[in-house]
């Protein structure tokens, strides 16, 4: 899939990686770039086509499909995380989040699939996280979330197999966004990051590993519970 004159939505599009995806398509010279959020006048950038769509109300899901449905590539990037606890956690928060990083993007999948069949089959990227592998406490709503994102990812992959659909899937541990603000520890930048994942579509990758926390989680995956979350804190902590 290039994206050189290709169609693409961007969810999240206002700020973020989000952003920077619109960014780096207008530099791959895609046809046409629609730019999704919950407040389509904070997108401001000549040429891109802004979309008001929070992916959590499945009748703006069903008006997003309805009005772009020239699209050819699906850049699931819109996330919350509201560092709940998943054991002591308000249920409400709990829900907000699996229906923000899981709900929505299999809203969005279910309405676009037909439409990228139609369009040639195309692409779906998913931002999942290097939390879709291990957890820490207080973030077990994110970590839920985004576990079920990545079987989102690997079944939107098997079952779209056949009309042509290239599903990616996007693993990192922190970014240099708002969202991990005020945290001490190693960053993957946006630029980065964006360009890793716009780099796997055009390539055929099914998954990415953006920096070197993703592939140390990844790689831990085959030990014991016991072992794996020992080799993991023991990593956090700087042992």
Same mark, same amino acid.
């Given at each position: 899939?290039?994206?050189?004159?290709? *169609?693409?939505?961007?969810?999240?599009?206002?700020?973020?990686?989000?952003?920077?995806?619109? =960014?780096?398509?207008?530099?791959?010279?895609?046809?046409?770039?629609?730019?999704?959020?919950?407040?389509?006048?904070?997108?401001?950038?000549?040429?891109? *086509?802004?979309?008001?769509?929070?992916?959590?109300?499945?009748?703006?899901?069903?008006?997003?499909? #309805?009005?772009?449905?020239?699209?050819?590539?699906?850049?699931?990037?819109?996330?919350?995380? $509201?560092?709940?606890?998943?054991?002591?956690?308000?249920?409400?928060?709990?829900?907000?989040?699996?229906? $923000?990083?899981?709900?929505?993007?299999?809203?969005?999948?279910? &309405?676009?699939?037909?439409?990228?069949?139609?369009?040639?089959?195309?692409?779906?990227?998913?931002?999942?996280?290097?939390?879709?592998?291990? $957890?820490?406490?207080?973030?077990?709503?994110? =970590?839920?979330?985004?576990?079920?994102?990545?079987?989102?990812?690997?079944?939107?992959?098997? #079952?779209?197999?056949?009309?042509?659909?290239?599903?990616?899937?996007?693993?990192?541990?922190?970014?240099?966004?708002?969202?991990?603000?005020?945290? #001490? &520890?190693?960053?993957?930048?946006?630029? =980065?990051?964006?360009?890793?994942?716009?780099?796997?579509? #055009?390539?055929?990758?099914?998954?990415?590993?953006?920096?070197?926390?993703?592939?140390?989680?990844?790689?831990?995956?085959?030990?014991?519970?016991?072992?794996?979350?020992?080799?993991?804190?023991?990593?956090?902590?700087? =042992?």
């Amino acid at each position: 899939m290039q994206l050189k004159n290709a *169609v693409v939505l961007v969810t999240g599009a206002n700020r973020g990686i989000g952003s920077e995806f619109v =960014a780096q398509l207008k530099q791959r010279g895609a046809a046409k770039i629609y730019a999704a959020s919950r407040i389509p006048g904070a997108i401001d950038v000549d040429g891109v *086509v802004p979309l008001r769509l929070d992916i959590t109300d499945p009748s703006q899901v069903r008006a997003a499909a #309805e009005s772009a449905g020239d699209v050819q590539v699906l850049i699931n990037n819109a996330g919350i995380s $509201t560092g709940t606890s998943l054991i002591s956690g308000d249920v409400a928060e709990i829900r907000r989040e699996m229906d $923000t990083n899981f709900f929505g993007p299999l809203l969005m999948t279910q &309405a676009f699939a037909p439409i990228l069949k139609a369009n040639g089959g195309g692409a779906i990227l998913n931002v999942v996280s290097a939390l879709s592998w291990f $957890t820490v406490p207080g973030a077990g709503a994110y =970590a839920a979330s985004k576990a079920a994102a990545w079987q989102l990812t690997d079944s939107a992959r098997l #079952e779209l197999a056949d009309q042509g659909t290239h599903v990616v899937g996007v693993h990192m541990g922190l970014v240099d966004t708002d969202m991990a603000a005020g945290l #001490e &520890a190693p960053k993957i930048s946006p630029t =980065a990051l964006a360009a890793a994942s716009l780099d796997a579509i #055009e390539s055929g990758l099914d998954e990415v590993l953006a920096d070197d926390w993703a592939r140390f989680v990844k790689s831990g995956l085959t030990l014991s519970p016991s072992e794996r979350y020992e080799k993991l804190f023991s990593a956090l902590s700087g =042992a």
